[in-house]
């Protein structure tokens, strides 16, 4: 990219979005002055910034930079996890969780925990997700360093530390409202060079007729099938090996990111129940319909002649950028760029604030109930900053993007999902239930990826012959399925087991009070505020 003619405007670009960014980060900051306003918008979004700020809590690295470059080297079959898992999370978001959320008016995921469960859960579950949140933030920061190492030339690692000095600067002064913000402008940019880049490969090629002619992929003969297929399975692995691969790439995202802070976050921050629902299955629409475009491009690119079939594999993570300056305007390829950059600054942010509204709402208040609320708003900028180092140290080991996001979701997978929706309906489940399912389901994941990476025949060292990445990280993938049915059982049983010793609590709001199970799907209409909500504590 040092060698493109206009490689000066995307550098402009990114330096103006950069700019932009900390300047609406010093705006909001005054518009600050509770934690409910640095962490929740202060409740208070429209439908038309609800919508986009849920849709770009995953439309980022994974989705943009990492989606094409797996498309481009496995097709279809290697972007289940994200758009089509991603998708999948919104739609079962939105019928299952979010009217009770609203209701219940979370702060943060662990609130649910503390009043379906207790404390023990409650501050498990958090120390577990700010662990998953750091492999997500890594994700989108090495992303971040790889643009301007590709337009710069400067080192991984230094662009790496620019991009979250930037994003932890910014997010610490302005919370969510720094976020949602400059969500709406950035995911129409993005959105809008999807479509003018597939536009421009659909006039170039002849038609979508011929666009499925020159599609194709690195490592697969079948680059449109989703599905294992009985000649290749599912990205090379056969039999039961490979649907569970192919089931925890629907998973990863579509049910682990369910129980996940940042997507709550947003969520809650609609201004009511009808809005925070909408907004949801908007964002579901909105995502795999601009999300799909991002691997279709991908696998066009294995048949374009400046592209090449045989990028390295260092190198297709830039697919998509690649394709922005064959087939965009120089200006619209600045535009392009910068804001994917941003949105790539969007998900870090939001998963840092995350974390840290977990850490203050459910481990420091734990132990300080009486924390003020101008205490609690300083720590939970000390933790955002915290995160942010920490994060950075993680994408300077790791270096990669797709398989970050997915472990990332992967963890709360095997232990908080079925704790949390089967626990917002069944009345049995209980505190011992929710523990057993969180260990069993953890615990198992580790001890069957040691077995599938070590499995004579059908195990990732042998199928990977030898590649020590490739084996690790499928051996994680693969075991998480058995894993995630163990934490399920387990739930169910325990729970059962001990009702009478540990007798079940009523799903509350954070204020105590039962929440309103009328109409608990999002489903039908959805103009039925009830009532009796009550309100949180700082609204």
């Known amino acids: 990219m040092q060698t493109y003619e206009y490689s000066g405007l995307i550098i402009g670009g990114i330096v103006a979005i950069l700019i932009v960014r900390l300047a609406i980060g010093y705006w909001a900051s005054k518009k600050v002055e509770t934690t409910t306003d ?53 739609l079962l978001s939105a ?22 469960y207790g404390t023990t859960m409650s501050v498990v579950g958090s120390i577990a997700q700010i662990i998953g949140y750091f492999g997500w933030t890594a994700a989108q920061i090495v992303a971040g360093g790889a643009i301007l190492q590709a337009l710069l030339g400067w080192d991984l690692s230094v662009g790496m530390v620019l991009v979250a ?27 809008g060079g999807l479509l003018i ?47 569970f691969y ?47 475009l991002s691997p279709f491009i991908g696998m066009a690119a294995h048949s374009v002649p400046s592209i090449g079939s045989e990028l390295e594999a260092d190198s297709t993570q830039f697919v998509l950028i690649l394709m922005a300056m064959e087939y965009l305007h120089p200006v619209l390829t600045a535009l392009f760029v910068a804001a994917l950059a941003s949105a790539l600054m969007s998900t870090s942010d939001s998963s840092m604030l995350a974390g840290a509204t977990m850490f203050t709402e459910n481990i420091v208040k734990v132990f300080k109930p009486d924390l003020s609320d101008k205490s609690q708003l300083f ?71 040691v077995y599938y990476y070590y499995a004579p025949e059908f195990g990732t060292f042998a199928i990977c012959e030898g ?4 084996s690790l990280w499928d051996a994680v993938y693969i075991a998480s399925t058995p894993a995630f049915v163990i934490s399920v059982v387990s739930f169910i049983v325990a729970s ?44």
């Not at 038609?207 to 009985?230: C, H, K, N, S, V």
């Not at 949801?280 to 629409?285: L, N």
């Not at 590649?467 to 490739?470: E, F, K, M, N, V």
Request: proline fraction near 4%; aromatic fraction near 14%; glycine fraction near 10%.
């Open 496 to 539: 059962l087991a001990t009702n009478k010793i540990d007798p079940p609590k009523v799903l509350t709001d954070i204020n105590g009070h039962p929440v309103n199970m009328k109409n608990a799907l999002g489903w039908g209409s959805l103009n039925d505020l009830p009532e009796e909500t009550t309100p949180a504590t700082g609204d």
């Open 197 to 243: 880049i597939f536009g421009g490969i659909l006039w170039a090629v002849g038609g979508l007729e011929a666009f499925i002619g020159m599609a194709g992929a690195q490592y697969t003969d079948y680059p449109f099938a989703m599905t294992p297929t009985a000649e290749e399975g599912y990205l090379g692995y056969q039999g039961t090996t490979g649907w």
């Open 467 to 470: 590649d020590l990445y490739c």
């Open 165 to 191: 000095g930037v994003v932890t600067i910014y997010t610490m002064a302005g919370g969510l409202w720094a976020d949602t913000a400059l969500d709406f402008m950035q995911m129409f940019l993005t959105m």
């Open 95 to 116: 019928l299952l969780i979010v009217r009770l959320a609203r209701r219940a008016q979370y702060v943060t995921i662990m609130d649910f925990f503390q009043k379906r």
């Open 379 to 449: 720590l939970t900028r000390a933790a955002l900053v915290v995160s942010g180092i920490l994060s950075l140290s993680i994408a300077l080991w790791a270096e990669t993007i797709y398989e970050l996001a997915v472990l990332a979701n992967t963890c709360i997978l095997v232990g908080m999902v079925a704790p949390y929706i089967i626990g917002m309906y069944w009345k049995k489940a209980n505190h011992i239930g929710a523990l057993t399912s969180f260990f069993a389901g953890t615990i198992s994941w580790g001890i069957l990826s």
């Open 246 to 292: 192919y089931a925890a790439a629907w998973m990863a995202i579509g049910l682990g990111s369910i129980p996940a802070q940042d997507y709550l976050q947003r969520t809650c921050a609609a201004k009511n129940e009808n809005v925070a629902v909408k907004s949801t299955y908007i964002a579901a629409f909105l995502y795999i319909t601009f999300g799909v």
């Open 38 to 90: 640095y962490v929740l918008a202060g409740r208070r979004l429209p439908i038309w910034m609800a919508a986009p700020s849920i849709m770009a809590t995953w439309f980022a690295a994974e989705t943009l930079m990492g989606s094409s470059s797996e498309a481009y080297k496995y097709g279809l079959q290697g972007v289940i996890f994200d758009p089509f898992g991603a998708t999948m999370c919104l």
